[in-house]
Each structure stands twice: as structure tokens, then as C-alpha cells.
């Protein structure tokens, strides 16, 4: 009796670290695509393409297993005449898409507030596994160009 009662214990705890272990790479994987193509409609976007939808599993760098990848680029209209006025203000209309989604800017992230010329930006959605960075850069004085990635967890 107490073996019976020992190898179901142990089954329910296997069972219980299984269930609370995180959404599957398909489930994690069709939140990222939603997220993504959510921000990318936004519309103040110019010229914008989704250049990976993120549906299909890739391998690891690492080969701990595979992930799945959205990448989207686009391009936002400024008058701002000042470089880190410019980046800065994109970074907060783009981050507040994000943070309408559930992600929580990475605060680990270093600190780019003297860079003028490129901002790098990462967003979390633990739950999911989730991170979206993007880079922000100046093509022109009237655009601000955004190279936006996600990705699930490696699993």
C-alpha cells in the first residue's frame, strides 16, 4: 500500500510540474505571432513588412531545442528636430504597444540614454516565455526606421 501511495504522489507531482511549466512552443508561438502583428498595426506605422510571421519552429544556437521567431520591420514619420528627442519619443510609442499587450520593459537591459544615433529595446512577457526587442535607428531627418524581433523560449 505504501508503494501504491508513493508512485501516485510521485505521478501527481510529475503531473503538477508538467502543467505549470509554461505554454507549449505552438501556444507560446501563436502568442508572439498575435503580439506581433498586433504592434505592426498600428497606424502610424509607414512602410511596415512582417518578414518573418513566426510560425514555424527554428533550431536553437544552442541546441537546446527550437523556438519560433517574428520579425517585422517598419518606418515612423518625425519633425523632432532633435536625434535623441527622436529615438526617445519612438521608444515610448512603441514600447506603450508592447505594454498594452502584457510585456514589461526589461530593466536589465543597459542604459542607451546617450546614444543619438540607435536604441535598442527589449520586452518581456514572462508568462509566456515571450521577448520582443527592437532597434531604432535614423535613416532620415523625417524617419525613424524600427527592426522589430520576438522570440519564444528555447524549449
Not at 529615438?87 to 505594454?99: K, N, S, V, Y
Request: aromatic share 8%; glycine share 8%.
Amino acid at each position: 500500500m505504501r508503494v501504491v501511495r508513493s508512485c501516485v504522489i510521485g505521478l501527481l507531482a510529475a503531473i503538477v510540474a508538467a502543467c505549470s511549466s509554461g505554454p507549449s512552443l505552438e501556444e507560446a508561438g501563436s502568442i508572439l505571432v498575435r503580439d506581433g502583428n498586433a504592434v505592426m498595426a498600428w497606424d502610424n506605422w509607414v512602410d511596415e513588412s512582417i518578414t518573418n510571421v513566426g510560425s514555424r519552429d527554428v533550431y536553437c544556437s544552442d541546441d537546446s531545442g527550437f523556438k519560433r521567431v517574428f520579425t517585422a520591420t517598419g518606418e515612423l514619420p518625425t519633425l523632432n528636430p532633435d536625434p535623441d528627442n527622436k529615438l526617445d519619443g519612438a521608444a515610448r510609442q512603441i514600447g506603450a504597444r508592447f505594454a498594452e499587450r502584457g510585456y514589461l520593459p526589461d530593466i536589465s537591459s543597459l542604459d542607451q540614454s546617450d546614444l543619438t544615433d540607435v536604441r535598442t529595446i527589449v520586452w518581456l512577457k514572462e508568462s509566456a516565455g515571450l521577448r520582443f526587442f527592437f532597434t531604432l535607428t535614423l535613416p532620415s531627418d523625417t524617419r525613424i526606421s524600427a527592426h522589430i524581433k520576438g522570440e519564444t523560449s528555447c524549449g
